[in-house]
């Protein structure tokens, strides 16, 4: 049974999930009045670090082993991953403190604002290596 095909299909929902969440994000705090945003980038938050989660685990687990340059790109792409998971993962666990804490209106909130920031940075970083793998490779193709 080749399960490779599973990660393609999961790759694309941490990309746009995280993407579209760092985007809600920035306007919640640029229109601070609007209360839809500040929910909506939040469980666009958890999606993202569940999404993050299974696209690094069916990469590791479902993807084939590769030599030389491509290889060499895998492993970046998987560098990548990995932080992208752990800072969302971090993210998600400091801004549900804070929300259990009473204390997401505190300007601990621009913690877990740099740290969507930086999982919005890899994840392009992600997507575009592995873009780069399938087109530049053939893998998977």
Same mark, same amino acid.
């Given at each position: 049974? %080749? +399960? *490779? /095909?599973?990660? =393609?299909?999961?790759? /694309?929902? =941490?990309?746009?999930? &995280?993407?579209f969440g760092f985007l809600a994000e920035v306007l919640s705090h640029i229109l601070k009045k609007e209360n839809w945003l500040i929910k909506a980038a939040f469980w666009l938050m958890m999606a993202g670090t569940l999404a993050a989660i299974m696209g690094y685990l069916t990469g590791? $687990?479902?993807?084939?082993?590769l030599t030389g340059e491509?290889?060499?790109?895998?492993?970046? /792409?998987? +560098?990548?991953?990995k932080i992208t998971m752990y800072v969302m993962? *971090?993210?998600?666990?400091?801004? +549900? @403190?804070? +929300? $259990?804490? /009473?204390?997401?209106?505190? %300007?601990?909130? @621009? &913690?877990?604002f740099t740290l969507f920031l930086v999982a919005a940075t890899t994840i392009g970083i992600v997507g575009f290596l592995g873009g780069s793998l399938v087109y530049n490779y053939m893998i998977g193709i």
């Open positions: 049974m %080749n +399960l *490779a /095909h599973i990660h =393609p299909m999961i790759v /694309h929902f =941490p990309i746009a999930l &995280i993407l590791e $687990y479902f993807t084939q082993e491509a290889g060499e790109l895998k492993e970046k /792409h998987e +560098l990548f991953a993962i *971090a993210a998600s666990a400091f801004r +549900l @403190w804070l +929300l $259990y804490s /009473h204390k997401s209106e505190t %300007n601990l909130k @621009w &913690i877990v």
